[in-house]
């Protein structure tokens, strides 16, 4: 088991910024790659970034590059996302996920976080 605790959202203004992390416990060595994903109300779950734990490659959803960047701290197994030149429509929950493998955008990681909320007003 792998147990994943997200912090960090909250209500920011429109062109702000946020961070959040992802704490990481349990089994971690089975972990692979780590990703997150966000739900608006009403919308279904998309992918918004994911990260290689081992190598460290990355990769982004059209929507977020240039203005998301996912990294992470092998000592503290913690995961990030620097959220940057935030628009209203990335107002959403925001889930913390990780999978031993495949293919980083698809959902079907193993394990979830509770999620946090990320509000960005215009």
């Known amino acids: 088991q792998v147990q994943l605790v997200e912090s960090g959202g909250g209500l920011v203004e429109a062109e702000g910024s946020l961070r959040l992390s992802c704490a990481a416990s349990?089994?971690?060595?089975?972990?692979?790659?780590m990703g997150w994903f966000r739900q608006a109300s009403g919308k279904e779950r998309e992918f918004v970034a994911a990260?290689?734990?081992?190598?460290?490659?990355?990769a982004y959803a059209d929507s977020v590059k240039g203005r998301f960047t996912i990294s992470r701290d092998i000592a503290k197994n913690t995961v990030y996302l620097q959220m940057n030149s935030l628009k209203p429509e990335d107002t959403a929950v925001y889930y913390c996920?990780?999978?031993?493998?495949?293919?980083?955008?698809?959902?079907?990681?193993?394990?979830w976080g509770q999620g946090t909320p990320v509000t960005v007003s215009s």
């Open positions: 349990g089994r971690t060595f089975i972990t692979s790659i």
């Open positions: 996920a990780s999978k031993r493998a495949g293919l980083v955008y698809s959902q079907d990681y193993d394990y």
């Open positions: 990260i290689i734990w081992s190598g460290g490659s990355t």
